[in-house]
């Protein structure tokens, strides 16, 4: 394999989360971000943890396919790890990630990886949507958008939140996290993650959401999110919810 000449943001946390899918290139940039910011991995571990305990408390209510937005790197704890019995489509807009994934999910029957931009769900492949998310529209699934809300302005994040409610089916789920002000507090930490980030407070969260309702666990920082004990103590630089699509 050739080594990559830019970092991507996907191998960064796969390396914060110890994986083994991220090159030199990712670690000087993770090197440098944690120079500006402080230690990343805690942070990361904690956002993963979200997602499986998130994951499998969707798969409890019977959903058995995810639809994942901006997948990055399909290891360490992701989706088809934390829901074994369900089937998933990861996608993701950068094609090297893409190959990647396809790389590493070759030899499942469970998972696939193709392109996808959440923003427009029509850019999902349809043979991929068929066969790894069965009954999409018809029946309840699982949607996974973390990662993206802090890249998309209100008026474009709310848009897509609405087309993924109108079309899913009722009793869908939307596993989703939020970027807080976190980053306020370090200048150039801020700056790496460049002119399209946003932080948000989290009194705005609720609003971004539309249609969807969130569980009763509301819009939290996600180590609080059904928590495992102990609760890591990280800084809340990221909310989470998870909230369903109404069946009336």
């Given at each position: ?15 914060w ?14 090197r ?8 990343c991995a ?19 209510t ?11 790197v ?5 989706v088809h790890?934390?829901a074994?019995e369900?089937?998933?489509l990861?996608t ?5 990630t ?49 990662g ?7 008026d474009?994040l ?17 596993a ?73």
């Amino acid at each position: 394999m050739v080594e990559p000449d830019q970092p991507s943001t996907a191998r960064m946390i796969d390396f914060w989360l110890g994986g083994e899918h991220h090159h030199a290139v990712d670690v000087a940039a993770a090197r440098a971000f944690e120079q500006a910011y402080g230690p990343c991995a805690p942070v990361f571990r904690s956002l993963r943890a979200f997602l499986g305990r998130a994951v499998r408390a969707i798969a409890a209510t019977g959903v058995d396919s995810f639809l994942v937005f901006g997948a990055g790197v399909p290891t360490m704890g992701n989706v088809h790890e934390s829901a074994p019995e369900a089937t998933v489509l990861y996608t993701d807009v950068d094609p090297v990630t893409i190959r990647l994934g396809q790389r590493l999910l070759a030899g499942s029957d469970r998972a696939g990886y193709g392109f996808g931009d959440a923003t427009d769900i029509g850019t999902i492949d349809p043979a991929l949507l068929h066969r790894f998310v069965p009954g999409w529209g018809r029946r309840p699934v699982g949607v996974v958008f973390l990662g993206l809300a802090a890249f998309l302005a209100d008026d474009v994040l709310a848009r897509t939140l609405d087309e993924l409610y109108t079309a899913t089916a009722p009793g869908s789920h939307l596993a989703i996290d939020f970027d807080t002000e976190e980053l306020a507090g370090y200048p150039e930490a801020l700056a790496m993650m460049g002119p399209a980030f946003r932080m948000r407070a989290p009194a705005t969260f609720g609003s971004l959401l539309g249609r969807w309702t969130p569980t009763s666990e509301g819009i939290v920082a996600v180590r609080h999110w059904r928590p495992a004990r102990p609760v890591e103590p990280v800084p809340d630089a990221f909310y989470g919810a998870v909230a369903v699509r109404s069946t009336g």
